[in-house]
């Protein structure tokens, strides 16, 4: 009967053991579950997160082209404008310079105005004129002499 109660009493600490380690066993899969579901959750933030970036990326690659193709526009618009105002071609510059410089040579700015048309020459080519004997007025072929020649003052104001 001792050897019963002895093999007894290990069999208890045994099934004692036992039941021990596999409370421990459930408790370890338990906080290995839940470890595993926190990842799991982490996981699809990350991957979330991970989406939006992505999407940002897409979206502000989008508008540097859009931008990029806007700068090229506006570089060439401005060397555009730049040939332009270095050519001295533009319209608004032939315009003012017909409006101010002798029609005849087109280098002198007008200076005298004949008084029997009005219309205005730089100096020389009236004096040239008068002295080649060619008393019309290129413009409109009115007759002038020396007399009808009259000094323009142009006023300036900057």
Not at 27 to 45: G, H, I, P, Y
Not at 54 to 61: F, G, L, M, P, V
Request: glycine share 2%.
């Amino acid at each position: 009967m001792a050897d019963l109660k002895q093999t007894n009493a290990q069999l208890l600490a045994k099934s004692k053991e036992t039941e021990n380690s596999s409370q421990e066993s459930i408790r370890r899969a338990e906080a290995l579950n839940k470890q595993v579901s926190d990842l799991t959750n982490l996981v699809k933030s990350k991957d979330a997160a991970a989406a939006a970036v992505k999407e940002r990326n897409a979206a502000q690659e989008t508008e540097a082209e859009r931008l990029k193709v806007r700068v090229d526009a506006m570089q060439k618009d401005r060397d555009y404008w730049k040939t332009q105002a270095l050519s001295n071609h533009s319209v608004e510059m032939e315009g003012l310079r017909r409006f101010a410089l002798c029609s005849i040579c087109e280098k002198e700015f007008k200076n005298r105005i004949l008084k029997t048309c009005g219309h205005l020459f730089c100096k020389g080519c009236i004096e040239d004129r008068i002295s080649n004997r060619m008393r019309k007025c290129p413009s409109c072929a009115r007759s002038f002499d020396k007399m009808d020649v009259m000094q323009a003052h142009h006023q300036h104001d900057y």
